[in-house]
């Protein structure tokens, strides 16, 4: 029962995993049967500028021009920093780690490695194929039949004399190399070819220099010199230089333009020139490795030295040395342009400059119309003033009696006393008592004058410029009432002023506003004059709404006849016998121009003028 | 000696109208208002009255008026500080002997009095 139940899943599961063990083995056996090994052995060691370049681009290339998978082992020949390297060790190890694995393809990275290999190829799996890249034609060895080489053709002269047509005053040139046995090597070859120069230019190499004595030597460099950096491995001192690093901190501190013949370099602080195009050689050497592992005799396969691509020289470096672009060779490439703020910020800066000119329209606009409302400012403060002129003429001519009659009587007072006192002086013995009281009564007449003078000096100022000020109206009332009651009780009138508790704050100058309440206090006193019954004149402040005040002035005279209500306000309309027809109009202007408005209107006994102003801020 | 009345609702006027008048030997009765001068009966006993025309309540013109009206022939002169047409014509109209604009010289007021018969 049990086994009928549970073996039809059981024969399943026992299938499936037989046929994913079956198909794990056929997969991994395909994999290992297509992958090709290849074997980089790097001269000195892995991260040795240019040859970790080279490297790096012939791993990419295999990669992506193989059809087959890749299987790269790497070792580096570390006794090629030292002179006196022991190499049979490295054999052994070599035997002993890869003996076992069987190897498609051995690629050397630089001329030692290469040597090396050619020095022990008959010790060294000599049935499989080896490539020798990344090395200079003068110091490669001849491959044998099983080996290829992919070799680069680095003119020395030539780069200085590129140098020399760039830079046409240089005098001296300083050549940065190293001292490891593959260094010494390349120099002996570097003298010898810059041999024919030494009459045109003074050359010194600095393979007895420790780096930190180059980097000394490079920061005081006599004019009219240029660096090149050839090689840097290992220096005098026998500290090993790995990468770009070197080079990195001559330019740091070098006060001359700094040459190199490997693009490596390129970018990290060299001018530029014609140098080895490290990428397109590795490419071809990777293309070259490809044949190989495809197949073809590696003796068969013969690719003449790649030389110098066309000169390509660092923007950033022209301009630090001044060299001129004109200067460079035709076809030349100029790279690490730093952009302008222009070709930078093209799209930033159009639209940073649309809206500084919008702004400046605008700003414009707003000028041209600031110098307009200044235009109308100036004009309307001229009608003003023109009609303060005329108010305080129309003041003037409404207090004129007024001011006879205030400062008649004192002088009269003073005229009759003094002659009262010369009458008295004539006396004998002249009653000095009484002078005493002429003298003191003379006195205060004089004061009085004075004071009738000062008062009305303020109201009928003639000023140009208005006082605009905040104050409460409630003052300009009292002020106004102090000036005119002794006219208005002469002339029989009850003056009664209602005025509002709270303080009524407007804007404007005073004494237009006194003129203005003066106007329509006089204006009720003359309306009421020759009429029956008693003559009262009320004026009443109070606030109107949130925004405005009102002063009413009303009188007890017999009213605006109806048919003069409207006009009343306009020039030269009057309801009296001596009046200018002015005095109206001219409250009213005033009022409009600091924003209130003036009415009259009639009540049961009497007219009433009212007006509104705005409540000033605080 | 003769009685000079002087009506001025002017203190300082009055005071010094009086020492003015005084000196030059006349009696000087002094009154505020043309309502004080009535009620004192003061015409019948002045010479002259020397009258201000602006007073607080009833004017020098009303008053020199009523006194014509009442039949009084005394002798007004008129002063004012407000001088204008329409007054001096009033004044005139009213009967007035002399009209002086304030502040005026004694010799005028003193010639003034003098013509009086």
């Known amino acids: 029962m049990t086994s009928r139940t549970n073996g039809p899943p059981y024969r399943m599961i026992t299938r499936i995993v037989l046929s994913s063990i079956v198909l794990l083995l056929a997969m991994t056996g395909a994999a290992f049967s297509q992958s090709k090994r290849v074997l980089l052995v790097h001269s000195v060691g892995r991260d040795f500028s240019p040859w970790d370049d080279y490297a790096r681009h012939i791993r990419e290339q295999l990669k992506l021009q193989s059809k087959d998978p890749i299987d790269i082992f790497e070792v580096s020949l570390s006794t090629a920093r030292f002179p006196d390297g022991n190499e049979d060790a490295f054999v052994s190890y070599l035997n002993a780690v890869f003996s076992e694995r069987k190897l498609d393809l051995i690629m050397t990275i630089g001329g030692p490695a290469a040597r090396f290999f050619q020095q022990n190829r008959e010790r060294i799996f000599p049935a499989i194929p080896t490539l020798y890249a990344a090395l200079e034609q003068r110091i490669s060895p001849n491959a044998p039949q099983t080996d290829a080489m992919v070799s680069v053709s680095i003119d020395v002269v030539g780069t200085v004399e590129q140098i020399l047509k760039l830079v046409p005053e240089t005098t001296r040139v300083f050549v940065v190399h190293g001292t490891s046995p593959i260094e010494k090597q390349w120099l002996v070859a570097i003298r010898k070819l810059l041999q024919p120069l030494a009459s045109r230019v003074e050359i010194t190499y600095s393979n007895e220099l420790s780096l930190e004595e180059i980097l000394k030597q490079v920061a005081v460099l006599p004019p009219r010199t240029v660096i090149i950096y050839a090689q840097m491995l290992v220096d005098a001192a026998g500290v090993v230089h790995e990468g770009g690093r070197a080079l990195e901190r001559i330019h740091a501190v070098a006060n001359a333009p700094i040459f190199a013949e490997q693009d490596t370099f390129f970018g990290r602080g060299i001018v530029g020139g014609r140098m080895t195009d490290i990428t397109d050689v590795s490419r071809q050497t990777a293309a070259v490795a490809v044949r190989i592992l495809g197949g073809e005799t590696p003796g068969s396969i013969k690719t003449p030295p790649i030389p110098a691509a066309s000169p390509r020289y660092d923007w950033r470096e022209l301009k630090r040395w001044n060299i001129g672009e004109s200067q460079l060779p035709p076809g030349s490439q100029i790279l690490f342009r730093v952009p302008s703020v222009w070709e930078q910020y093209r799209l930033e800066v159009s639209a940073v400059t649309a809206a500084i000119l919008l702004q400046a329209g605008i700003i414009g606009l707003l000028l041209v119309e600031r110098r307009r409302r200044h235009v109308a400012q100036a004009e309307a403060n001229s009608r003003r003033q023109e009609v303060v002129r005329l108010n305080r003429v129309t003041t003037a001519s409404v207090l004129s009696s007024s001011i006879a009659h205030e400062l008649n009587q004192p002088l009269g007072a003073i005229l009759s006393n003094t002659e009262a006192a010369q009458m008295l002086l004539k006396a004998n013995p002249p009653d000095v008592a009484q002078l005493g009281e002429i003298l003191s009564d003379i006195v205060r007449d004089e004061q009085r004058a004075s004071d009738i003078i000062s008062g009305l000096r303020n109201l009928l100022n003639n000023r140009t410029e208005s006082d605009l000020r905040t104050f409460d109206l409630n003052d300009s009332v009292r002020d106004v009432v102090k000036i005119v009651s002794p006219e208005i009780t002469r002339r029989g009138v009850n003056l009664r002023t209602i005025l509002a508790p709270e303080p009524l704050p407007v804007r404007c100058d005073p004494i237009h506003l006194q003129q203005v309440l003066m106007n329509l206090v006089m204006n009720g006193v003359d309306a009421m004059e020759g009429v029956a019954g008693p003559h009262n004149l009320t004026i009443r402040t109070a606030l109107a709404d949130a925004d405005g005040i009102e002063v009413r002035v009303s009188d007890s005279g017999p009213g605006i006849p109806n048919d003069k209500l409207a006009s009343v306000f306009n020039a030269f309309v009057t309801t009296k016998p001596h009046g200018t027809g002015l005095g109206l109009p001219i409250a009213r202007t005033i009022l409009e121009s600091y924003g209130g408005e003036l009415w009259a209107e009639n009540h049961p006994r009497g007219a009433v003028f009212s007006f509104k102003l705005p409540l000033a801020k605080a | ?117």
């Open chain 2, 1 to 117: 000696m003769r009685t000079i009345a002087v009506v001025d609702d002017n203190p300082s006027m009055l005071q010094g109208l009086n020492r003015l008048l005084s000196a030059h030997g006349f009696i000087v009765r002094t009154f505020a208002s043309a309502e004080s001068f009535l009620e004192a009966n003061a015409e019948c006993e002045a010479d002259c009255l020397l009258l201000d025309v602006h007073l607080g309540g009833i004017s020098g013109i009303d008053l020199q008026r009523q006194l014509i009206a009442s039949g009084r022939e005394l002798p007004v002169i008129i002063m004012t500080a407000i001088d204008n047409e329409v007054t001096r014509q009033e004044a005139f109209d009213a009967g007035c002997v002399a009209y002086l604009k304030k502040p005026f010289l004694s010799k005028l007021l003193i010639d003034a009095i003098g013509r009086i018969p």
